[in-house]
């Protein structure tokens, strides 16, 4: 009688009940210049009562979009997102969203506050004081109930922002990186303790789906992960984690599984061109190849303890010996990579020839490697040296790289693009860039290489 779902499409026998559906799922933005902005390509997924989800990716990979079009706070290019069989038109009644950034209303007091989405869904006052009371108990924020936001720690921030999700008990909790903007310390407390609330009967949500950019916390929670790739964001790979819990992160199961969603994460996507073209067809354009968002000195940070280790170690022990997160890591990482300077091999970052020469030469040298490669393989620097030499004095205005990286990304993506090479640029010596004037001059001595 509703919508048949598209069956046996990809749940296996005997399916749970699916509370939420996503069912190829496309969305594109505009960009400024009003070229379309493929964000989300043909996701499909499904969340079942009694499971947690993890949605992993880079920053950038559609995420929080993906989220929003679950919540039904935007719309799908194409594609439709269903909540028990039937599709999510408006906002979707039978989720509630915990947000990175709390996003607290400063004028509300912590009872205000969670009350908030209770009001909005018609409770009526008396009703509404009892479920906030509950829900602020339920997630540790007793005696706080007149405190304004301003007066919270950041995990108690967020304590609130968990409460006013729960407080309507939602069918389906959605969380767009609820952790990342806490300590590490409080992170952990607040992830163990949601755990431990999902563990109790009384718990008032039957399935949570969680984004996030940290592996670590992925496996830590999730009963399946998706991994997405991005640009456009699609799913890359799905895996079980049939670990139980409470979860130990020293298990080597648990550290085997985390090693291997680092390769998966760190793969690089296929070249379009086969490798026997790549040499002589034009590389690939600026907006098809975004830089990662590495600066220099992380870069030369990164590939110096590299050598130190003898020139290959494994992704996840650089990253807890640096204390970085993933999503600080994983561009510097693609960064070494894209210039071939580092190659991932499973797991395992190793120098190349250019990189061991790069660490091992004096500042000079280094910059003279560093320059040929990223003119060789940073489609952003590459473009901007030979734009400068097609000029008359070798300067243009940052207005001219920003319009044409607006084609590609939304407006502060191409200034970000444009600082990155700005960045890579004058460390290399290729080009200078003036901060106050905008112009960009091409250094002089700096051989840009008429295309062979
Ligand atoms: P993530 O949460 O994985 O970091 P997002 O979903 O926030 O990724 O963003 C994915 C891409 O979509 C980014 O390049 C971002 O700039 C772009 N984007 C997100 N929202 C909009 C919007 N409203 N208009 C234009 N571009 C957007
Ligand atoms: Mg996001």
Known sequence: MTDVQARGVADGPAAPTTIVEVDGVTKSFTTPEGQPLPVLEDVSLTLAEGEIVALLGKSGSGKSTLLRCIAGLIAPSSGKVLYRGRPVTGANPGVAMVFQSFALLPWLTVRQNVELGLEARGVPLEKRHQQAERAIDRIGLDGFESAYPKELSGGMRQRVGFARALVVEPDALLMDEPFSALDVLTAENLRTELLRMWETRDFPTKAMLIVTHNIEEAVLLADRIFVLAANPGRIRTELSVELGRPRDRRDPAFVRLVDEIYGIMTEREEAVVAPAQAEVSAPASPTDQPLPA??????????????????????????????????????????????????VDEADLELT????????????????????????????????????????????????????????????????????????????????????????????????????
């Open 294 to 343: 590495a600066t220099v000195g992380g870069l030369a940070g990164l590939l110096e303890i590299l050598a130190a280790r003898g020139g290959r170690e494994d992704l996840p022990v650089l990253a807890s010996e640096l204390t970085f997160e993933v999503d600080d890591l994983l561009p510097i990482v693609d960064a070494a990579d894209l210039l071939d300077l580092a190659v």
């Open 353 to 452: 020839e250019a990189g061991r020469t790069f660490v091992q030469a004096d500042i000079l040298v280094s910059k003279e490697i560093f320059a040929k490669q990223a003119q060789k393989r940073a489609p952003l620097v590459r473009a901007i040296c030979k734009s400068l030499a097609n000029t008359k004095d070798g300067t243009l205005g940052e207005s001219f790289f920003l319009d044409l990286l607006r084609r590609g990304f939304a407006e502060d993506e191409a200034r970000h693009q444009l600082d990155i090479a700005i960045d890579w640029g004058r460390y290399g010596e290729l080009f200078e860039y003036d901060a106050n004037s905008g112009q960009l001059t091409l250094e002089t001595g700096s051989a840009d290489e008429p295309a062979a």
